[in-house]
């Protein structure tokens, strides 16, 4: 274990739950830390965007950066239910294995799914992690975050081939990425399991936000071009309805403004 960020993250929860500005001794004191390395474990916090210091006292708190993740998280577990219908339609008019994912680091997690009738079918599960860069609804979320590429370096990391297919360099991931980011939709072929192919596309919530993404896996039996471009129909369309059933509304109409009076002439 890492006895550093270990002691950060304690830091950092301990601060959350006083909720209130403390100072650099009260930390000390808490954790039977020298007050300059607590002051580093603060200051550090404080780079990194987990807490903030008052100017005039020097005194710290957290910072909201932990409502935000925490509602990111609680967004992406409660959703399930109410993108369902959505989900389930598209697996109906699809044939193929429907999930829904979030991004969690790296990886995508899938949260629910709908399995393939057909004989031939793809396979996951839910509760199941694969990498993000490897798989579509993967490459759809990190297409929507727009990471600049020393940022996704340090997301990802070393990039591992898994198939002959995988994307291992970043020029050609970022290239994808911003191919996917265009057309609204990402594509796997083959990347992450030989003979499975996918397409994913990204949900938003009510505020705009990005909290997960509707992934299609196919066998690349049936995932010919002009058959993809027509999942890739019904993907959007999926994505689109299910965004509306968590309050998205892409282009807000404004409420309309008053018709002047004419005026009559003098």
Not at 16 to 24: G, M, S, W
Not at 104 to 127: C, H, M, N, Q, T
Not at 130 to 153: I, M
Request: charged share 20%; proline share 6%; net charge positive.
């Amino acid at each position: 274990m890492d006895s550093t960020l270990a002691k950060g993250l304690a830091v950092l929860e301990w601060l959350a739950r006083q909720q209130r500005d403390c100072r650099a001794i009260e930390v000390a004191q808490a954790f039977a830390l020298a007050r300059s390395n607590a002051h580093r474990t603060l200051q550090t916090l404080v780079e990194c965007g987990w807490a903030t210091q008052d100017a005039a006292t020097s005194a710290y708190r957290a910072s909201l950066r932990l409502f935000e993740l925490g509602a990111l998280v609680g967004q992406a577990a409660d959703i399930g239910p109410l993108v369902r219908p959505q989900l389930a339609a598209l697996a109906q008019a699809s044939g193929e294995t429907i999930h829904l994912a979030a991004l969690d680091g790296a990886e995508i997690v899938y949260l629910d799914k709908f399995d393939s009738p057909l004989p031939v079918a793809a396979y996951s599960r839910v509760g199941g992690r694969a990498p993000a860069y490897c798989v579509a609804s993967g490459k759809a979320l990190l297409a929507a975050a727009g990471l600049d590429p020393p940022a996704l370096r340090a997301l990802l990391g070393k990039l591992v081939a898994h198939t002959p297919n995988t994307l291992t360099d970043y020029g050609a991931l970022g290239a994808e990425l911003q191919r996917s980011r265009a057309r609204g939709y990402a594509e796997n072929r083959e990347e992450w399991r030989l003979g499975v192919c996918g397409l994913g596309a990204v949900l938003h919530d009510a505020r705009g936000a990005v909290v997960a993404a509707v992934g299609m896996s196919v066998p690349s039996t049936r995932f010919a071009r002009a058959r993809a471009r027509q999942l890739a129909e019904l993907l959007l369309a999926c994505a689109a309805a299910a965004s509306a059933a968590l309050g998205y509304h892409p282009n807000p109409v404004p409420a309309a403004l008053p018709t002047p009076l004419r005026r009559r002439p003098e």
